[in-house]
C-alpha cells in the first residue's frame, strides 16, 4: 500500500489553476452531480465517485488528469484506486474546492 500513496501525487489549487490555464490538465471533478449542480469549477468534467469504475476511466493522452472533490479526500481515494488498478501516475488537488475557493480562485455556482 505504501507504494500506492507514494505514488499519489498532490497539487495545489494555485499550481491546478496554472495547469488549467495553460491547456496542460483536464480537472476531474468525483463528487456527485447535486454537489456540482452547487458549485464547480469552470471547465472540469464531472466522474462521480458512486460510479467510479478504474477500467472504464477515461483516459487523456494530451493532457494530465487532476482529480477533485470538496477537501480532497475522495479525490485521493479515487486515485489510489486508479493507481492499484495499475495507472502509472495520479493527481489530485489538495484541499479540492474548498481550497479553490480559499485560495481566491472561481467558481461556477448555478444554484
Do not use: Y
Amino acid at each position: 500500500m505504501n507504494n500506492v500513496n507514494s505514488a499519489l501525487i498532490e497539487l495545489e489549487p494555485g499550481v491546478v489553476a496554472t495547469m488549467l490555464a495553460a491547456g496542460e490538465a483536464v480537472l476531474i471533478d468525483v463528487r456527485e452531480p447535486e454537489e456540482w449542480t452547487r458549485a464547480h469549477i469552470a471547465g472540469a468534467f464531472l466522474h462521480p465517485l458512486s460510479q467510479f469504475d478504474p477500467d472504464e476511466w477515461p483516459r487523456f493522452f494530451d493532457r494530465t488528469a487532476v482529480l477533485a472533490c470538496l477537501a480532497g479526500t475522495r479525490s485521493a481515494k479515487v486515485g489510489r484506486a486508479l493507481l492499484a488498478a495499475g495507472h502509472p501516475t495520479a493527481m489530485h488537488m489538495k484541499g479540492g474546492l474548498d481550497a479553490w475557493r480559499a485560495a481566491g480562485l472561481p467558481v461556477v455556482s448555478e444554484g
